[in-house]
């Protein structure tokens, strides 16, 4: 059983890790590059904003919030890999932490004042408040959010049946 867990863990934290290149996809192609930190806190200018033209469309806008909830759900639970108890911890987790981030910026004056000075100079924590106050609330980014929880679910306990069966 050990050996199942163990194979079972590494094509989770795989196809999250696919997720994640398309999230960055969206970032590098259709989002303008000072608009996002990865890119613009870069030396190379790795944007094709404008270049290419926008291949998500619409969806793109909320893109992100699906992916990084069913991302990151999946990699947990790729780690942790222990059943669907814990699956739905971690889905539920992710969810509530993207979540917390989301209506951190729709209150981001009250947000901000509780960011420790210490962050600045850091790296990627040093955008932190920047994210808040230039970040726009999104209900659809919610609901992204939640699509995203339910579908890892999903794919966990899909990705169990298969490793199963097989």
């Known amino acids: 059983e050990i050996l199942y867990l163990s194979r079972l863990s590494k094509l989770q934290v795989l196809i ?3 997720a994640l290149l398309i999230a960055a996809l969206v970032y590098v ?9 990865f890119i613009y806190s870069t030396s190379a200018n790795i944007s094709l904003y404008n270049t290419l033209p926008n291949i998500f469309g619409p969806m793109g806008n909320s893109l992100p919030a699906f992916i990084h909830v069913f991302a990151f759900a999946l990699i947990t639970a790729g780690v942790i890999s222990r059943g669907k108890r814990d699956w739905l911890i971690i889905c539920l987790s992710w969810f509530l932490v993207d979540a917390a981030f989301e209506f951190g910026q729709k209150y981001s004056v009250w947000t901000v004042k509780y960011i420790p000075g210490l962050f600045a100079g850091i790296p990627v924590l040093e955008n932190t408040k920047a994210f808040f106050l230039r970040g726009t609330f999104d209900v659809y980014d919610l609901v992204a959010m939640a699509i995203g929880a339910i579908t890892a679910y999903a794919v966990l306990t899909a990705t ?3 490793r199963y069966t097989s």
Not at 29 to 37: F, G, K, N, Q, S
């Open 16 to 18: 999250g890790l696919a």
């Open 29 to 37: 192609v259709d989002r303008a590059p000072d608009e996002t930190y």
């Open 160 to 162: 169990m049946k298969w």
